[in-house]
């Protein structure tokens, strides 16, 4: 806000000066339309490939054949199992094809687990995922796991002896 103190009587100037926020507007629009481009050229470097973790050095290894916590394992022709029983078989989906190819597995998956009432008397599940299968399909499980219900999802190291068992 400025004042004028000239002769006529003490007026008060109320305007803002907006010249110096239109000056860092002009700057930042410039600066967005040449980084914009450059953004959307990144898109291809953008795609990870991930390898699930896999442990050496944990010394507290258990044997997951022997515990009694209820673990859902993805094998890698994204077959489903509690145990050994298999709850969902998505190995059609395998091939690839559209990004929600999985959706069907996805929501057999969901009734299942939501009709599963141990699980959702415990409300806790750890999920074992072979290490060749796609992320988005574990990412994808997890949520529909969560939608069923259970809230609490570990998720179980890939130990070294079950990347070396035969299949």
């Known amino acids: 806000m400025a004042m004028s103190s000239s002769s006529g009587g003490g ?3 109320a305007e803002i000066n907006v010249t110096p ?10 600066i967005f339309m040449i980084a914009t481009p450059l953004i ?10 991930m390898d699930l973790p896999v442990t050496r050095d944990n010394e507290s290894l ?11 394992e993805i094998n890698d022709s994204l077959q489903i199992f509690i145990g050994e029983t ?7 989906a395998l091939e690839g094809g559209p990004s929600d190819r999985f959706e069907p597995c996805f929501e057999e998956l969901q009734t299942k687990i939501a009709s599963n009432q141990k699980l959702q008397d415990d409300g806790r599940l750890f999920l074992l995922g072979h290490p060749d299968i796609p992320y988005g ?4 499980s997890m949520n529909r796991i969560r939608l069923a219900g259970v ?5 179980v ?3 070294e002896y079950r990347q070396a068992e035969p299949e």
């Not at 399909?137 to 994808?140: I, K």
């Open 11 to 13: 007026t008060v100037l």
């Open 21 to 30: 926020m239109v000056d860092v507007m002009l700057v930042l629009l410039v």
């Open 40 to 49: 959307e050229q990144d898109d291809e470097k953008r795609e990870v490939e």
């Open 62 to 72: 258990a044997n997951i054949d022997q515990t009694d916590q209820i673990i859902l």
């Open 86 to 92: 298999m709850i969902v078989d998505c190995s059609a």
């Open 137 to 140: 399909f574990v990412v994808g």
């Open 151 to 155: 809230s609490n999802v570990g998720m």
């Open 157 to 159: 190291t890939n130990p």
